[in-house]
Structure formats: C-alpha cells, structure tokens
C-alpha cells in the first residue's frame, strides 16, 4: 500500500499558495491544529504574503464594516431626559413635525426601493465597538488594524484578531492635541502615528509628532503651517494613505505626509469648486474628494507626478432633486462608492450605496439594525429611534475594511464585540 500524503509533505509554496486564500477565521482554526501549522502561519514572509493577497483581491471582493458605538446608544437611551436640555414648546412642536416629515419620507423611500443587495459585489459587516474604545473616535484604518483616538490616548485594534493595544501620549500643559492620521511605511516596515500640538488656541503651525509603533521610538518637529486649526469630531474618516502617502484634510487644502520620509506637503484645491462634498478618499490608487457644481457633485482626482487635480466624473441631480445632497464617503472598490443622500443638508438621511459606472443609487439602511440592538424597553426604543432620526449622535463609522492577522507588538486581547 502506497504511503498517504500528507498536507505537511506539499512543497512550501503550494502550501503557501492554499493558505494565504483562506479567511483570518479558517487561519485562527488552522493555528490549533498543530504546532507546525501555527508556525507557519505566524512566519513573517507568510503574513507578509496574506496581507498582499488580501489587499490585492480587496478590489473586486470589497468588505463596507460598520464599526457601531452600542454603548454609547444604550448610554443615550438609558439617561434620564433633563441630562439634554429642554426645548421650548414651539421648539418641541417642530421638531415633532419635522420628524413626522422624515417617517413619511423615510417610509416613502422603503416601499418604493426595496432593493436586493445579494448580487452586490460588497461584503456588508458589523462590528461593535468594544468596551476600552466607546469614547474615541475614528482615525484611519491600515492594513486590517483600526487606528482610534480620544484626547491623550491611542487605540490600535485588529477585530479580525480581536486584539488590541493603548497608547499614551502626555500632551503638553494647556495643548491642543489631535491625532491626524495612522499608515504603514512598507520601507522601513513600521506602522507610524501622526499627531498635531497646538501649544496655543490661536496656532496654525503645529508641532509635529510621529509614532513608530514597533520601534517604540518618536520624533518630534515643526508641522507645515495649515492657516487654520484642524479638529475632527467622531466618526469622521478623514485621512487615507495612497502609495506610502497619509493625506488628511487641512480645511482650505490638502495636506499630504510621506511615511517613510516623514515630510509634509501643501496641496490647493481646485480653483473651480464650491463646497466639499465628501471625505479624502483612495479612489482606485489616487487621492480623490468630491466638490458640490452648480448641478451635482463633481469627483476630482490628484496626481501627485503632476501636482494638478482631474475632474473624472460627475452625478448630476435631476430637475426636481435641487434639495438632495448626496456626500460620500468612501470609494470600496469594484466601482462602489457609500455615502449619504439627504434633503436641505440634514433631514432625511439615507445611508447608499452609488455605482459610478451604471450611475445607479442603492439605500442601503441601517438604522432597524441600530434600533433592534436596544429593545429591553418601549421607551429605550423609543429613545433610541428619536436619536436617530435627529442626527443627535454619531453611532458608527463605514468604512473600507481589509481583514489580516497583523497582530503587532504589544497587543493584547479584546472582549468579543456584539456583531
């Protein structure tokens, strides 16, 4: 009888070749196997090779994750009334009309689009925040690790890993600090935090500090000078990184911050636009932002080579949509941006999903997914649906999401989130 084969005997690449195709969930699996297994999976030239094949095939096989702040809405739901302040009775009577208005609407908009999303190319998931990160907000995702910040602190977080770590940075007496952005510098192999202090109110010139993470190492230097103070509120994403670049918006520019040469550059924005209309996005490997235009929305891109801005397409609003606005968010790949659609700027807001090529609009809801998580109640529910439907907290963050197993040093685990 012939000797049985087994998986071991395949030459390293082929197992190579098999493994980096599996999902983080099978290589979790894979890692109790045996020791082998979870010494070959846990080889840097491996992770290395899983990370490329991940971020290659991200493209055609995108992943939207909503990351959702669940305590924060069960803190929301739960606190007594007088915590908010009170408005007047003709206050109160608007706002109940106005909110009247939008279940109309909203309810208009289900029964008239009721549209299938299971032949989307889009993987749709969700994660709930976990405990330690429920009053941060949003910086920047890399290469699977979710980069989050409040004040002093700093969260980096895997959920694919359910790892995490927290870094502290003592903030000078009476400064003004804001973490502007996280990215990877594929050079020198070291994930890197940008962060911003203004010693006075009235600065525009920061001091600079980056954060090598691995290293455990900083520097420290004078920051470009912004003409304004920048400050992001959660759940804004407002940087990306784009061939080794972190770009971040400085109000009336953009700002651009290579990772491995840790220098800034100013770039102006068009001369031609109006209003922004979206955050900085990585728009098939180019920096892009949308700008409003007389009709609709315009999205521009930048080439760095040639320092100047293209428009590439335009959504055009129709003769009767004049009070829509859409503003998107960020571009997933396989020609899919997500966004919000909205009436005058605030009221009606639809989550959606926009095909630049078909120029077809999808909703995509949900708000029933936020509500349903806090039910203990009639009057929670309640609560929590009001919440919504005026905007008054931001309860997550969407975003193009890459799964790995980068775990780096220092992490420790997470409690599971509620997905």
């Known amino acids: 009888m012939a000797n049985k084969k087994h998986f071991s005997d395949l030459p390293e690449t082929m197992i190579t070749e098999v493994l980096i195709r599996l999902p983080?969930?099978?290589l979790l699996i894979c890692n109790c196997v045996c020791k082998p297994w979870l010494s070959f999976i846990s080889n840097p030239n491996f992770l290395k090779s899983h990370i490329q094949r991940s971020i290659t095939a991200s493209p055609s096989d995108p992943i939207l994750l909503n990351m959702i702040n669940v305590q924060q809405l069960g803190f929301l739901a739960s606190e007594p009334r007088e915590y908010f302040s009170y408005p007047t009775p003709a206050e109160l009577q608007q706002q109940q009309r106005q909110r009247r208005r939008r279940q109309l609407v909203n309810q208009a908009v289900d029964d008239a689009s009721r549209q299938d999303l299971s032949e989307s190319p889009l993987q749709f998931w969700r994660v709930a925040l976990p405990g330690p990160f429920q009053m941060t907000h949003f910086i920047g995702c890399c290469n699977g690790i979710i980069c989050l910040s409040s004040y002093?602190?700093?969260y980096l977080w895997n959920p694919s890993i359910k790892k995490?770590?927290?870094l502290h940075f003592p903030n000078p007496q009476r400064s003004i600090t804001v973490t502007v952005g996280f990215g990877y510098d594929s050079i020198s192999n070291e994930y890197k935090i940008l962060r911003l202090v203004y010693l006075n109110r009235n600065d525009v010139v920061p001091i600079a500090k980056v954060y090598h993470v691995n290293a455990g190492s900083s520097r420290e230097f004078q920051g470009p000078n912004l003409t304004t103070q920048i400050y992001y509120f959660w759940p804004s994403p407002n940087n990306i990184v784009v061939n080794g670049v972190l770009y971040f918006d400085g109000g009336d520019q953009l700002v651009s911050f290579d990772l491995h040469e840790e220098v800034f550059g100013l770039v102006p924005f068009p001369n031609s636009i109006l209003r922004k209309r979206s955050d900085i996005m990585d728009f098939e490997g180019s920096v892009a932002i949308v700008f409003e235009s007389g009709t609709g929305v315009d999205l521009w891109t930048f080439d760095k080579a040639e320092f100047s801005w293209t428009k590439k397409f335009s959504i055009e609003y129709g003769m009767y949509d004049l009070d829509i606005e859409i503003k998107l968010s960020c571009y997933l790949g396989a020609k899919q941006f997500y966004?919000?659609?909205?009436?005058?700027?605030?009221?009606?807001?639809?989550?959606i999903l926009y095909d630049y090529e078909k120029k077809e609009t999808k909703?995509?809801?949900l708000r029933e997914k936020y509500v349903s998580i806090y039910a203990a109640s009639e009057e929670s529910e309640m609560t929590v649906r009001a919440m919504l439907e005026d905007s008054i907290v931001p309860v997550?963050?969407?975003f193009r999401f890459t799964e790995t197993l980068v775990s780096l040093n220092g992490f420790e685990p997470v409690e599971d989130s509620r997905n």
Do not use: I, Q
């Open 339 to 351: 966004g919000e659609k909205s009436l005058n700027g605030n009221y009606f807001v639809h989550e």
């Open 24 to 26: 983080v969930k099978s």
């Open 164 to 166: 995490y770590r927290r």
């Open 396 to 398: 997550h963050a969407a």
């Open 152 to 154: 002093n602190v700093v």
């Open 363 to 365: 909703y995509y809801g």
